[in-house]
């Protein structure tokens, strides 16, 4: 079947500028994450949904960052006034819901941001 | 604060070796821990769950051993290949929600 999507691929762009990146979960899945790794830095989480909601917000790095899921499927990440420091590749991972014995994350392929 | 530590941070080896990646957490209050292996240019693979009730988990050549009051893991790696050197990635989940990972270990094992 279809595992985690992400677009775009690959994204350029110029400081201060807003960019949205996509994230099409498994279907069922009703968690997803968004993480991100910077050039040599680990993986760093940012948030994560719960259906709709998000429980937790706290690895948001500022308030430039947020993101939403609409229809407990799509989540969209959106930086708003682009800065360099924000160049990574953004990663998006689902699951099945918290509390049933699969709570196993599938990977997307990443989106690879460049502010310059 | 959970802390995810893995060791080594990279290991050669030669092919058909067995070998052991390890990981410690700092709380041992987790839901799971997974093992990844990430290659370069490509997105995450999930190798291993454990749930916190589990010991260990086998798939393959693979095995990884879970042992929450030392606060460790382990991933054994039997005959190794060519083809599994890539950086593994210890994921810890913690009973809060947080999700912490481990800086990785980078293994490439040497034909």
């Known amino acids: 079947g279809a595992g985690v999507s992400q677009s775009p691929s690959n994204k350029v762009t110029e400081k201060g500028k807003d960019v949205e990146l996509r994230c099409d979960p498994i279907s069922g899945h009703t968690a997803l994450y968004w993480y991100r790794q910077s050039l040599g830095q680990g993986l760093e989480f940012l948030i994560y949904f719960q259906g709709n909601s998000a429980p937790d917000k706290s690895g948001l790095p500022s308030d430039r960052f947020s993101a939403e899921r609409t229809g407990g499927s799509v989540s969209t990440l959106t930086i708003q006034r682009t800065q360099q420091e924000d160049s990574a590749v953004y990663l998006c991972a689902s699951s099945l819901d918290k509390g049933t014995s699969s709570y196993e994350q599938y990977f997307g392929p990443g989106t690879r941001l460049t502010v310059t | 604060k959970q802390e995810v530590t893995q060791i080594p941070a990279a290991l050669s080896v030669p092919e058909g070796e067995n070998l052991v990646l390890n990981c410690s957490f700092t709380?041992?209050?987790?839901?799971?821990l997974q093992w990844f292996r990430q290659d370069p240019g490509k997105g995450l693979t999930s190798l291993l769950l454990i749930q916190s009730s589990q010991r260990e988990q086998t798939s393959g050549r693979l095995n990884a051993s879970l042992d929450k009051s030392s606060g460790r893991s382990t991933l054994y790696i039997a005959a190794s290949q060519p083809g599994d050197s890539a950086t593994y990635l210890c994921v810890v989940t913690h009973r809060d929600d947080k999700i912490i990972f481990g800086k990785g270990t980078r293994l490439h094992i040497l034909p």
């Open positions: 709380d041992s209050a987790i839901y799971n």
